[in-house]
């Protein structure tokens, strides 16, 4: 009777066979990983820009990287591309960890093609977006790339296509973070627009659907690069970026610390840390940070540095829109979205811009299970011809819609003022806050005080010996009456005033109790939310 093992032995040939092999993958690996050569590297270094492997080093943690299809080549024709098949195709795809969680990331490799995107190219973008999804993990995209790849033709465009459709099934299931650390032109900027989150750097990133020359052939304009679609330009003006910096290092190290503060996947919880700020500490400087008279600006961000762990937070959408603050922080170590209106900034007010970026921010903190702070100190909406023609009806409605569709742990904190409108939709009670709290400098009215008395009291001040006399009593008397720091808590609407120098020790216990709050939204396909 013949063993397996006797039966193998004459035969030795497939081992030495697997020994070749296995040099001759090593030689091929090494070939894949050195990319198309040091001149291509020099060059692209040349530009301040670090190569693919080089950024998923800097993102990931050391010596986490898995690739996958790093052997990938195209298999097109024509123009020359058959005699030019790299390893890779121009995209790093993969997974790996940071801080040991889980994280997906593709790279465009601009030494290969510019990095810009092909048939192959796109399969393997498709491929590691499909196993982010279904491994429920965050995927980051660090993109600098040329568009898409012109010899291929309508193939490229489709895999665009591919990937603009698993980002919308993406979108709320696992963060979505793309990078820009290059140019990114005409449709390839849809990808970065339907995530959570975009990163720029300056002077090396770019993006813009038709760039300088064909504005320039269109309209006649002569603008840059960087004036068209640069960082800066995105990161004020258009409020497509959420964070600009100066380096690839810096922006990469920013990357890490916001996966730090955000969920694997919309059915977990942001990981707690451990806090060592006690949670009962009391903010004596509260009370005087904010200004009683409430006509005096000051800077909400003091307030919110006092509440949260260690002054600690990261503000999304710093430079746009700056009259209101969106940012990202813990409390008693448990991650929370912060909300609050900015006295300095236009006082405050909401207006249209204010609006867009409170109501996406609000939308990614449900969809990612990370409970809702707002804090308001708001006159209301900002009056003008330019406003109501741009339409902030409907883009205020755009932060009302979000707000009452939200079914994370929500706690409003009125400091000062909350006028009219822009009270209600600020997370008021009404609207769906678990817990409303108010400061002893509250007023809470549907307009100021001189303008509720000059409606009010019209007849009475017109009639008067002295207007301005009676004027300033009819406003006082308006105070007194509907405006004093407890007219709203003894109407139910506030479920209690408190102390500011005790407010973190508050929203900390609030938040506590409200963790395992559960709430059912009605069934359907999906809400209509005003656009």
């Known amino acids: 009777m013949t063993t397996v093992l006797e039966s193998a032995a004459p035969d030795a040939q497939p081992a030495a066979d697997a ?15 050195a990319g198309p050569g040091e ?20 993102l990931l943690d050391e010596g986490s990287f898995q690739e996958v299809e790093q052997l990938r080549r195209h298999r097109a024709s024509g123009f020359g591309l058959e005699a030019k098949r790299p390893y890779t195709d121009g995209v790093v795809t993969g997974w ?18 510019g990095g810009a995107l092909g048939e192959a190219h796109a399969t393997k973008i498709h491929k590691i977006m499909d196993m982010a999804i279904a491994a429920g993990a965050p995927l980051v995209s660090l993109n600098d790339g040329a568009g898409a790849r012109i010899q291929e033709g309508v193939s490229a465009l489709a895999g665009y296509g591919g990937i603009f459709q698993r980002n919308t099934r993406a979108s709320g299931v696992i963060p979505q973070i793309s990078v820009m650390l290059g140019p990114c032109a005409g449709g390839a900027a849809y990808s970065p627009a339907l995530s959570d989150f975009v990163f720029m750097v300056r002077e090396t990133s770019q993006m813009f659907i038709t760039g300088p020359d064909v504005v320039r052939a269109v309209t006649g304009e002569e603008i840059s690069q960087n004036g068209l679609g640069g960082a800066d330009v995105h990161a004020e003006t258009s409020g497509v970026c959420h964070f600009a910096y100066d380096d690839e290092e810096t922006c990469l190290a920013e990357v890490r610390y916001l996966l730090g503060l955000l969920p694997q996947n919309n059915q977990q919880a942001p990981c707690p840390l451990p806090c060592t700020d006690p949670p009962g500490r009391r903010s004596e400087i509260l009370l005087d940070l904010v200004p009683a008279d409430g006509n005096r600006p000051y800077d909400m961000t003091k307030v919110i540095e006092e509440l949260v762990d260690d002054g600690d937070y990261l503000e999304v959408h710093e430079r746009w829109a700056r009259n209101i603050i969106c940012a990202l922080a813990r409390l008693d170590g448990q991650v929370v ?4 209106n900015q006295p300095q900034a236009l006082a405050g007010v909401l207006d249209i811009e204010a609006s867009e970026k409170a109501a996406r921010f609000v939308q990614m903190c449900d969809a990612f299970n990370i409970p809702i702070v707002t804090l308001l100190d708001v006159p209301g ?24 569709n939200a079914t994370v742990p929500r706690i409003s904190l009125i400091l000062r003022k909350a006028y009219g409108g822009a009270y209600i939709v600020m997370d008021s009670q009404s609207i769906g ?8 400098t509250n007023e809470i009215a549907v307009m100021g005080a001189e303008g509720a008395a000059n409606v009010i009291f019209r007849r009475q001040i017109a009639a008067a010996q002295d207007p301005e006399a009676m004027r300033a009593r009819m406003v006082k008397e308006y105070k007194a009456e509907l405006m004093h720091p407890y007219y709203a808590a003894e109407r139910g609407l506030v479920d209690d005033v408190i102390d500011p120098a005790a407010t973190r020790e508050v929203l900390i216990k609030s938040l506590a109790m409200l963790r395992n ?15």
């Open 19 to 33: 020994r070749a092999r296995a040099v001759e993958l090593g030689a091929v690996r090494a070939q894949a990983l």
């Open 39 to 58: 001149r291509a590297t020099e060059a692209q270094h040349a530009k301040g820009k670090l190569t693919a492997r080089e950024r998923i080093g800097l």
């Open 96 to 113: 790996g960890t940071v801080e040991g969680r889980t994280v997906f990331v593709y790279a465009h490799d601009f030494r290969i093609f």
């Open 337 to 340: 979205g912060i909300v609050a």
């Open 381 to 404: 909406f900002l009056p003008g011809v330019d406003q109501e023609h741009g339409g902030i009806i409907r883009h205020g409605a755009k932060l009302l819609y979000a707000y009452c």
């Open 433 to 440: 806050a678990d817990l409303t709290y108010a400061w002893p």
């Open 517 to 531: 709050k559960h709430a059912d939204l009605p069934s359907r396909k999906h809400g209509n939310p005003p656009q």
